[in-house]
């Protein structure tokens, strides 16, 4: 009776190699296991690739704060809704609608005067019609209206993207070095029989800041920060493997 066999190969973790697109290759480890059966051999590589991706934010918010004070609530109510209405009318001619766009308004009295502040927050895709659409608000409106500092993040589909692509990365990377392996020891790379994700991480840089500076106002000598996302993802896969040396019955 035959005892089963293994091979084991292992190749270094490879430094300073970069996949264009922020994408790092990470070192992989290979196992060959030769199984007996009754029937037939079973022989398979196991590889375990890992990748890394890195993704700008793709969204950004523009808050605009209104506010002033009137002796009547109507008079107050009237001057606020003026700029309020001015606004929408300024995102509407840039293409904004109504779904990218939120309207909050607080009304208290302070003495003998009404005071009403309203705020504006709006969604961009498109950076450049962010852009437009500050420049017009803060040349054609009084100091009575506030424009904040843009504030960059990743939107949710973003995100998903970004996690896909590191896995799919994790599992390509694996299947050519498994190819290259099998290759070296004169074997024939079958089909995959398993892949599993061993680990996934996220790492998310200037977020923080960007929230910090997200108040400020155009006086400011701060410039907005793009924040930026890195989704690492590792994963085994296994491949069964044939010896080019035998002949097909």
Do not use: W
């Not at 302070?110 to 502040?117: E, N, P, Q, S, V």
């Not at 108040?215 to 491949?239: C, D, I, K, L, N």
Request: glycine share 6%; net charge neutral.
């Amino acid at each position: 009776m035959n005892n089963p066999s293994r091979v084991f190969a292992a190749i270094p973790p490879a430094v300073g190699r970069e996949f264009s697109g922020n994408e790092k290759e990470q070192g992989m480890e290979v196992r060959t296991v030769n199984r007996e059966s009754s029937r037939n051999r079973l022989r398979e590589v196991q590889v375990t690739g890992a990748a890394e991706v890195s993704c700008p934010a793709d969204r950004v918010s523009v808050r605009v704060v209104v506010g002033n004070s009137k002796e009547s609530v109507n008079d107050v109510t009237n001057s606020v809704s003026r700029r309020l209405e001015y606004i929408s009318q300024t995102l509407r001619q840039h293409g904004v609608g109504d779904e990218d766009t939120s309207v909050r308004r607080f009304l208290h009295r302070d003495a003998d005067m009404y005071r009403m502040d309203a705020e504006v927050v709006v969604a961009f895709s498109d950076f450049e019609k962010m852009e437009q659409m500050r420049s017009v608000l803060l040349e054609k409106l009084d100091k009575s209206v506030g424009v904040g500092t843009p504030r960059f993040y990743h939107s949710p589909e973003c995100l998903s993207r970004l996690r896909q692509r590191a896995c799919v990365l994790a599992v390509e990377n694996a299947q050519q070095k498994a190819s290259k392996v099998s290759q070296l020891l004169g074997q024939n790379l079958g089909s995959p029989l398993l892949v599993r994700e061993e680990e996934t991480t996220e790492r998310r840089d200037g977020e923080e800041e960007e929230e910090e500076g997200a108040g400020r106002e155009q006086g400011s000598a701060h410039f907005p920060h793009m924040p930026t996302v890195t989704a690492s993802s590792q994963v085994s896969v296994s491949f069964s493997f044939t010896d080019r040396s035998r002949k097909k019955l």
